[in-house]
C-alpha cells in the first residue's frame, strides 16, 4: 500500500505565489518519477511538471519559467513552488508517482486526492 499527501493549496491573489508538497508514505522500496498534474473545469488533466529521483525535470508549456519542481528524496517528498500565478492556473492540482513496491517488486502508479489552487484575479 502507498499513499501519497498533498498540502499547500488555496486562495492566493494573481502575481502570487503557493507551494504544494506531496509526502509518499508505505511500502515503498524506491521511486522512479514524481509529479503534479492540474485540472480545471471542463478541461482533461495535464502534466504540470515532473522529476525523476535522478533530478531530471520535465515541465508544461505554460507554467515554464514560473514553476519550480524539486524532491527530497530522503523524505520521498515532492514540492512545486508556483511562481506569478495567473488565474487560468486555477485548478485541482493531482500529485502523482511512480514506484516500486517493496517485497513484490511490482510497478506502481499513485495518485494524490487532489488539492485546490484557486487565483483571483
Known amino acids: 500500500q502507498v499513499q501519497l499527501v498533498e498540502s499547500g493549496g488555496g486562495l492566493v491573489q494573481a502575481g502570487g505565489s503557493l507551494r504544494l508538497s506531496c509526502a509518499a508514505s508505505?511500502?515503498?522500496?524506491?521511486?522512479?518519477?514524481m509529479g503534479w498534474y492540474r485540472q480545471s473545469q471542463g478541461k482533461q488533466r495535464e502534466l504540470v511538471a515532473l522529476?525523476?529521483?535522478?533530478?531530471?525535470?520535465n515541465y508544461g508549456g505554460s507554467v515554464k519559467g514560473r514553476f519550480t519542481i524539486s524532491m527530497d528524496n530522503a523524505k520521498n517528498t515532492v514540492y512545486l513552488q508556483m511562481n506569478s500565478l495567473k488565474p487560468e492556473d486555477t485548478a485541482v492540482y493531482y500529485c502523482?508517482?511512480?514506484?516500486?513496491?517493496?517485497?513484490?517488486?511490482?510497478?506502481?502508479?499513485?495518485w494524490g486526492q487532489g488539492t485546490l489552487v484557486t487565483v483571483s484575479s
Open positions: 508505505g511500502s515503498i522500496l524506491s521511486i522512479n518519477t
Open positions: 522529476i525523476t529521483s535522478g533530478g531530471s525535470t
Open positions: 502523482n508517482a511512480a514506484v516500486v513496491v517493496s517485497g513484490s517488486r511490482r510497478y506502481l502508479e499513485v
